[in-house]
């Protein structure tokens, strides 16, 4: 076959490639010129986090022609899918909000008949999430140096799963770090951060922190909060009212003080020194402070000194300072006393009422108060005076 041959043939094949319609040029059947070429998506309102059942919908022409869809914030970032009856379905994908437009995802498509491209762009968003959290405590009415337990609960409703969260919960004043126990991710005590991760959709974490309570907060209320809650999906603002970020303690406001008082000579004469000792033992559970007793020498004595193991006498106000008394701690006072003149054949009873224990907390149990102790001064008229003469023995008057 000649050149001249050659040229007429592929002529020929081109002529049977292209037919005339009216003006118009069409290839293997398709309008080249005419004929409607378009793409348009169809995205939905949000897209599941870290799930992979999005699909990319939307209407496209003509018809067995390949569409292809792009995104920087899906996975995998391309997919492709053919036109048919007018419509397009690529997917499944996944997003998950840690693409270049986080909580706003760009998607780009694009249809192409010869060297004719037509394309669409979209946005949507991430879902946001109804994530539940709560939080609560073993004893919300404990006792100074008790141990209680906070626990915090995430459970994520979906839709959707939450990635790289974290939550914040500093522990209060008055409260001591114990231990903790995290069923996913860590704990930091001492900046209160606790690192999760993900937390599928329709799962759960917990994280239990115990604390001692502080002595000196007996009647306090001890408030543990949740300061921050990140992720990288948004929480739903029609279910956040639903989260309990805040747990108070109640710290009991009792202890019980065990007080007694003796005399070391219950039968002195005039012109003796008698102590007195009072003493008081804090059985708890909380600490007393602010702790004083009200004590003074009795009508019929007078003061001579004083001597305590904790605190201070008052001898103007009568009072007897301790300050702060530790649960399981006892402390003692000393009043040093001479039994007047003239008050022979007297009974002076030394007594501490109830009112005159003072402290911020209140005592449960005034059972076991022994307060009073009372003595009898020896008249010298019963005095008895034993002389010896010559080896006998003779009382005076005899």
Not at 44 to 55: H, L, R, T, W
Not at 126 to 154: H, R, W, Y
Not at 269 to 296: C, F, H, R, W
Not at 369 to 377: W, Y
Request: with cysteine; proline share 4%; glycine share 8%.
């Amino acid at each position: 076959m000649n050149s001249t041959a050659i040229k007429l043939f592929v002529i020929l094949i081109i002529n049977s490639l292209f037919f005339s319609c009216g003006d118009n040029r069409h290839l293997f059947g398709y309008d080249t010129e005419g004929s409607e070429v378009f793409v348009d998506l169809n995205l939905p309102s949000c897209f599941e986090s870290g799930k992979n059942n999005s699909v990319i919908t939307g209407t496209c022409s003509p018809e067995a022609q390949i569409v292809e869809v792009e995104s920087l914030d899906m996975s995998p970032s391309t997919i492709s899918c053919p036109c048919i009856g007018g419509t397009f379905s690529c997917g499944p994908v996944t997003f998950d909000a840690s693409g270049p437009n986080g909580l706003f995802p760009i998607v780009d498509s694009a249809i192409t008949v010869q060297s004719r491209t037509e394309i669409d762009q979209d946005s949507s968003t991430i879902c946001a999430l109804d994530l539940l959290v709560q939080k609560t405590v073993s004893n919300s009415m404990p006792d100074e140096g008790e141990d209680t337990t906070f626990q915090i609960k995430v459970t994520n409703n979906g839709p959707g799963h939450a990635t790289n969260m974290d939550l914040e919960d500093i522990l209060p004043v008055g409260v001591t770090y114990v231990s903790h126990i995290a069923s996913q991710g860590s704990y930091t005590p001492s900046s209160g951060l606790w690192m999760i991760g993900t937390v599928n959709e329709s799962t759960n974490v917990t994280l239990d922190i115990t604390v001692n309570v502080n002595s000196g907060t007996s009647g306090s209320t001890i408030i543990n909060e949740i300061t921050k809650v990140r992720m990288d999906q948004e929480h739903d603002t029609e279910t956040i009212d639903n989260d309990d970020l805040f747990e108070p303690i109640f710290i009991d406001n009792q202890t019980d003080l065990e007080i007694t008082k003796l005399v070391n000579d219950s039968t002195p004469i005039e012109g003796e020194i008698v102590t007195y000792t009072i003493s008081v033992n804090n059985l708890g559970p909380a600490d007393a402070t602010n702790l004083k007793i009200e004590d003074a020498c009795p009508v019929g004595t007078t003061f001579q000194g004083d001597s305590a193991t904790l605190g201070s006498y008052n001898l103007a106000d009568e009072d007897w300072v301790i300050g702060t008394l530790l649960s399981g701690a006892s402390a003692s006072l000393k009043l040093d006393c001479k039994i007047d003149l003239g008050t022979a054949g007297d009974t002076i009873i030394n007594e501490i009422k109830d009112d005159d224990l003072i402290m911020d907390q209140l005592d449960n149990n005034l059972s076991n108060h022994e307060p009073s102790v009372s003595l009898t001064v020896k008249d010298e008229a019963d005095l008895v005076t034993f002389k010896e003469f010559g080896g006998s023995t003779v009382n005076e008057g005899d």
